[in-house]
């Protein structure tokens, strides 16, 4: 819900072509859209193109993404053969050579800082050190806006995850939950050897590490509660903090993240966080050092030879994900340059990619998209009138941020190699976490943005008050400003529509709309709002995406309600400025809901989805396009008057 350093170990041309209308499917008669609207408008598709090796998921988002990597590729290339920054960095992973003949030598003197911690305060060093160079462990920083004090940053401690979902994993022998325990520390076996363990030493030790992992994730959240933004901002004062989270060397932590003498911390979790030091403090340190070994391994095995990459594929693709091969080397260095240099890539991206017409006619939609938004919140009588004043007024005070931002931020200034990727990949890093440091004493900077520009991933942040679409995002098939009003409404309008409806979803309606921490509706109002989103998390957990395997409503109850809130708001929109009248009217939204789906067509590697189901927040494509079903206009379109779909008027759901 904001914008956050966090670290851890995630073409409109000059001359574009029009895009087609989207085509209304020829499906055999016997799927009917009240029956199965994605087979209705997707099945050919999805029979049509399997599961390449090397991806998870195949669908319109992913060739969304691969479209913005293949761009992405061209200018990096480009880079490389200037030997200008971002290409040097691009050329270090792309020398594989190197990096076999190195072995683990970059990390050396990373795994020796590790061998010196022989007391509590040299772990505590030794945990903040690691931090700044992306390895998360025990006590994670993550430097954001401050949800009580708009405008300004701070640093929330959060809980160091374990490497296997919860508790449950950890005591798993049988099924995939007991493979997915096993492929783990097959795994983890396999890094503590890289480090030079002896094998007959590794599996024993890396069951101790196991034993502890296990203790931790007894106390640790689900991600359902994760999200929940009021239950996760406990600011306290650090001259008590020692007293209020006891068990760990805080001021030796703080120095080595490079933090002088912080007033105020948010503690995002206390009684797990305090839950977690007390494992850790009565653990031995010969088992937090091997913690320390594998964390570091599990973040930089990507960056060093061949054979650690290898057993990390085997584990995160073949075991978690279901994948048998790699995505080629090109679009791995491609990512690593979108990560850790975004600033100086989103430049060139914009330069090339995203003409002046596509910013204005994407700007030109999200303004009708908040237009019928409101119009919507104005007509919502379940909620108090002052409450819809509030949330009137958010909305209208809310930046939309269109393709890049006013200001462009410093681009990094750190030595880069072509013969030391992990080198690269640790400096850099170190410098964007000392920016954000930095930020701590700032006012924050609105006319910027944290986020790349080349990746096509909208985002809400209610702290900001802000919504931001991103260039990469604004492209066909998700966007193209000659393309049929019907198709740019229902995908661009939809994706609007849905981030500025988060800023007041089950967590944005939390915070105000100056981007405070504060409840500005009535226990009432609240209560009206939450049995509304309990009806639709209800309805979601009807879904049952594989065997015995069913929608976790809780967990996905945002994504969810800002789906169905910029479906209808955008439907609303390209009836007002758009959609024709009479009888081309029906066929119109045939077209925009055609395009919905087709926007949401997805298919997943079995491993991957069940992985996907009880940790992530978006439901499945399947389950985000039958949001149709509350829709009154959409039964319309189609004619459904029954079916696996179909809901009477009344059960249908609005929120707004």
Request: hydrophobic fraction near 45%; charge should be neutral.
């Amino acid at each position: 819900m904001k914008s956050a350093f966090v670290l851890l170990a995630g073409l409109l041309g000059a001359a574009a072509v029009a895009s087609p209308a989207p085509s209304l499917p020829a499906t055999p008669p016997q799927v009917a859209p009240g029956d199965d609207f994605d087979r209705y408008v997707n099945g050919s598709w999805e029979r049509e193109h399997p599961v390449p090796a090397d991806r998870t998921s195949i669908g319109m988002w992913p060739d969304i993404q691969a479209k913005a990597i293949e761009q992405s590729r061209t200018l990096v290339e480009e880079a490389a053969t200037a030997k200008a920054p971002m290409g040097i960095l691009y050329a270090s992973y792309m020398n594989q050579s190197v990096r076999d003949r190195e072995g683990l030598r970059p990390l050396r003197s990373w795994l020796d800082r590790i061998d010196t911690i022989h007391d509590r305060t040299a772990l505590a060093t030794a945990i903040g050190q690691l931090a700044k160079i992306d390895v998360g462990a025990i006590v994670v920083p993550v430097i954001e806006e401050d949800d009580g004090h708009p405008g300004q940053s701070i640093l929330t401690l959060r809980e160091g995850r374990p490497g296997l979902p919860n508790a449950d994993a950890y005591r798993a022998t049988e099924g995939p939950a007991g493979a997915r325990r096993e492929a783990y520390r097959t795994y983890l076996v396999a890094m503590l050897t890289a480090t030079g363990v002896p094998p007959s030493e590794a599996a024993g030790r890396v069951d101790a590490v196991l034993a502890l992992e296990a203790r931790l994730a007894e106390s640790q959240l689900g991600p359902a509660a994760q999200r929940d933004a009021v239950g996760s901002y406990h600011p306290v004062p650090v001259s008590q903090l020692s007293s209020r989270v006891p068990g760990f060397a805080w001021s030796s932590w703080f120095a080595a993240l490079g933090i002088e003498h912080p007033d105020r911390v948010n503690v995002a979790h206390p009684a797990v966080l305090r839950a977690q030091l007390e494992v850790v403090a009565a653990a031995p340190l010969d088992v937090l050092r091997d913690l320390l070994r594998l964390k570091l391994m599990n973040t930089y095995s990507r960056y060093v030879d061949t054979r650690s990459a290898a057993a990390r594929l085997a584990y995160y693709g073949g075991a978690l994900r279901g994948t048998t091969a790699e995505p080629p080397a090109w679009k791995r260095g491609v990512d690593l340059v979108t990560n850790l240099m975004p600033e100086t890539l989103g430049r060139a991206y914009v330069e090339h990619y995203f003409p002046p017409a596509a910013k204005a006619r994407a700007q030109a939609i999200a303004d009708d998209v908040r237009i019928a938004l409101a119009a919507r919140v104005n007509k919502a009588t379940w909620l108090s009138p002052s409450a819809r004043a509030e949330v009137s007024r958010k909305l209208k005070r809310t930046r939309i941020s269109i393709g890049y931002p006013d200001t462009w931020p410093a681009a990094p200034t750190v030595a880069l190699r072509e013969d030391d990727l992990a080198g690269n990949v640790a400096r850099l890093t170190a410098w964007r976490f000392d920016q954000a440091v930095a930020r701590l004493t700032q006012p924050l900077d609105r006319t910027t943005w944290q986020s790349p520009v080349s990746v096509p991933n909208a985002y809400a942040s209610a702290a900001a008050n802000e919504v931001i679409f991103p260039a990469a995002l604004l492209q066909p098939p998700l966007f193209d400003p000659t393309a049929d009003p019907a198709a740019n409404y229902a995908r661009l309008g939809a994706t609007i529509g849905h981030e500025l409806s988060h800023l007041f979803d089950d967590q944005g309606l939390h915070y105000d709309a100056d981007g405070r921490l504060r409840d500005t509706w009535s226990t009432t109002d609240a209560q009206r709002f939450e049995a509304k989103a309990n009806a639709l998390a209800k309805q979601l957990e009807g879904y049952e995406p594989l065997p015995g395997h069913h929608v976790n409503g809780r967990l996905v109850l945002g994504e969810s309600l800002a789906d169905l809130t910029g479906l209808l708001a955008a439907h609303d929109a390209f009836a007002a400025k758009a959609a024709p009248a009479g009888e081309g009217r029906r066929e119109a939204d045939r077209r925009f809901f055609t395009a919905w789906a087709q926007l949401w067509r997805t298919s997943y590697r079995e491993a991957y989805l069940r992985t996907l189901l009880p940790s992530d927040a978006h439901p499945p494509g399947a389950v985000r396009l039958s949001t149709v079903r509350n829709v009154d206009a959409w039964y319309d379109a189609f004619d459904v008057r029954r079916g696996a779909l179909y809901l009477a008027p009344s059960e249908r759901i609005r929120i707004w």
